[in-house]
């Protein structure tokens, strides 16, 4: 449980956010300047806030009305910055150990040799940070903050100074210490895509206000927030199982409550799991299976909600099974179906719609 | 080759200037310190102070330390009477002219190398749980060794040539105080000593290059060490 309400002013700037969350991985969304930086600052001990609190797993770090201000390094938490900020006279091992070392012993609950494992940092233990890529620099200040055994990882925006490539590559080994370590996360970010492929609850930053916190689809999906959010896409995020590849096709049969899907080529191993977000205007509905057609992903589905909206668009919720979707259609074709809620019908998904974006590793 | 006198010389020049160097460099390591990373009130103060050595003459320098720790002076009376130690005509003496007067060189090399270690590298050791102290030892210190290093070896060489300080303050003393820049002195004041001032010209040549060659491989040998 992370409870934070900050104040703070630095000149014109007045930063004041407030938000409870509860989740595996909290993201923190918001543009550039928008305070976000500043709150993990305050979370991580690093700055003070001028009035307010803070509070971690019931444990208070800061409290302005009670005079607590817990040293940063007595804090327990990991930080991972922006920039990999590796010690540069120490080696990848030294490195990693450097907080491992200092944690008292009875709280070594995080192994080194399983983060090598897991980060993949196996062969680079030897080498000098000067001598790595982005990515490999990047992953060894995720594993060096996970070895000091945070009771949560704190990153900011840990991605923004890497190529795509390295991204996704580092965007994948967080995913997988998510699942692996179940260590709770505060993500900072301004890209979509990351905050929804990796976090459950958003907490939503604006000119230094906390706007809206809550699960990710709600809080981005609401129309009223869409200044602050962006163009963002109105969707839902299902979660699945890996259950066959193509080969021939390149193509990969995702599993879950309610049916199956099929994307291009996710390289996972079967029975691994996968996020996949599929976006509202990607759904099609039709009323009857349609044949011969080029479309691979043909679900049942019940209506179960409409938009009551006056403009070109509606948005048509809708479950498969057990898991919900939306579909964005024109208000025509909402009314040439004659859509009831209740109603049966067939949600078609193009699967070239799920590219790499949109397909994550849960 | 070097006749015993001149040995003596020697020995006692590199006695004087690893003194002077071994007691002022933790000092110099905290002042730079200080001054690379903390703003207060009378920082300007100190700063002046570190390096009045540099820019006043020598002698007036050494004049100061007779006045202040002389037999008879505040400290040095002081100093003689509870602890037994005496700065004045003893070889001690010259090391504390030659760290005075090295001082500044040593504190502006280490000051340095001490402000372009990345602040953000200390910030990120106290997320990993280390507290003030040990930050400084296991990341300023390290990152900031190279400076450390030239600072240590600007003083040494410093101290070896220091001379107006250390004639006024300790006087010429043969076998007590007489450095080589001392002797090499004296030596052209006497008729018919101009070889043998030659001859330690040369020394003082030699070791000032020693010097420097030690500190080049000190130096490559902390940035290699740092990759094992």
């Known amino acids: ?362 | 080759m070097l006749s015993s006198d001149e040995l003596g010389i020697i020995l006692l020049s590199l006695k004087v200037a690893l003194c002077s160097v071994a007691f002022s460099l933790p000092l110099a390591i905290v002042i730079a310190y200080v001054l690379a990373r903390f703003d207060f009130a009378g920082k300007t103060m100190l700063d002046a102070l570190v390096h009045l050595p540099l820019v006043l003459p020598p002698v007036v320098v050494g004049y100061a330390l007779l006045l202040i720790f002389g037999k008879r002076g505040a400290l040095g009376a002081w100093l003689d009477q509870w602890f037994g130690i005496v700065f004045a005509f003893r070889w001690t003496g010259a090391a504390l002219a030659a760290a005075i007067m090295g001082f500044p060189l040593m504190v502006r090399a280490i000051r340095l190398s001490m402000a372009a270690v990345d602040r953000r590298l200390e910030t990120v050791a106290r997320t990993l749980g280390a507290a003030r102290v040990r930050v400084f030892a296991s990341v300023t210190l390290p990152l900031a060794l190279p400076g450390i290093v030239t600072g240590a070896l600007l003083s040494f060489a410093r101290s070896l040539g220091e001379f107006g300080a250390t004639i006024t303050f300790v006087s010429n003393i043969p076998g007590e105080t007489e450095t080589l820049p001392l002797a090499i002195y004296s030596l052209t004041q006497t008729p018919g000593g101009d070889a043998q001032a030659l001859r330690l010209s040369v020394i003082a040549v030699a070791l000032s290059i020693a010097a420097l060659i030690a500190s080049e491989w000190l130096t490559r040998r902390a940035s290699t060490h740092k990759r094992s």
Do not use: C, W
């Open chain 1, 1 to 362: 449980m992370i409870d934070v309400d900050i104040e703070r002013r630095v000149g014109d700037f007045e930063l004041k956010v407030a938000f409870r969350a509860e989740a595996p991985v909290v993201g923190l969304f918001g543009r550039s300047g928008s305070g976000k930086t500043t709150v993990v600052n305050a979370i991580a001990g690093i700055l003070r806030p001028r009035r307010g609190r803070i509070v971690i797993n019931e444990e208070t770090l800061f409290d302005s009305d009670l005079g607590i201000d817990v040293a940063p390094e007595r804090r327990r938490l990991g930080y991972v910055f922006q920039d990999d900020l590796l010690f540069p006279h120490l080696n990848v091992e030294a490195n990693l150990l450097y907080g491992y070392r200092r944690a008292s012993v009875d709280a070594h609950l995080i192994d080194p040799d399983h983060v090598t494992e897991l980060l993949g940092l196996r062969a680079l233990l030897k080498r000098t940070p000067e001598t790595l890529s982005g990515g490999e620099r990047q992953r060894v200040a995720i594993g060096r903050a996970l070895l000091a055994q945070p009771r949560l990882l704190l990153m900011d925006e840990p991605l923004a100074s890497l190529d795509l490539r390295r991204q996704n590559e580092v965007l994948r080994y967080i995913e997988q210490l998510r699942d692996d370590l179940a260590i709770p996360i505060v993500y900072v970010s301004h890209s979509v895509a990351e905050i929804t492929r990796l976090a459950d609850t958003v907490v939503l930053l604006s000119e230094g206000k906390s706007l809206a916190a809550g699960d990710v689809e709600s809080v981005m999906g609401r129309m009223e927030l869409r200044p602050h959010t962006g163009r963002y896409e109105a969707g839902a995020v299902i979660e699945t199982s890996v259950l066959s590849h193509d080969v021939e096709y390149g193509l990969t049969t995702l599993g879950f409550a309610g049916g199956q899907l099929v994307v291009p080529n996710v390289e996972s191993l079967a029975g691994e799991r996968v996020r996949v977000r599929i976006r509202a205007r990607d759904i099609s509905i039709a009323l009857e299976r349609p044949n011969a057609i080029s479309i691979l992903n043909v679900l049942e589905a019940t209506v179960t909600a409409i938009s009551q909206e006056e403009g070109a668009i509606v948005d048509v919720g809708m479950t498969v099974g057990d898991t919900p979707l939306v579909a964005r259609i024109t208000r025509k074709s909402l009314a040439g179906l004659d859509l009831r809620r209740g109603q049966h019908v067939y949600a078609l998904i193009k699967a070239v719609s799920l590219d790499r974006r949109s397909v994550g590793y849960a």
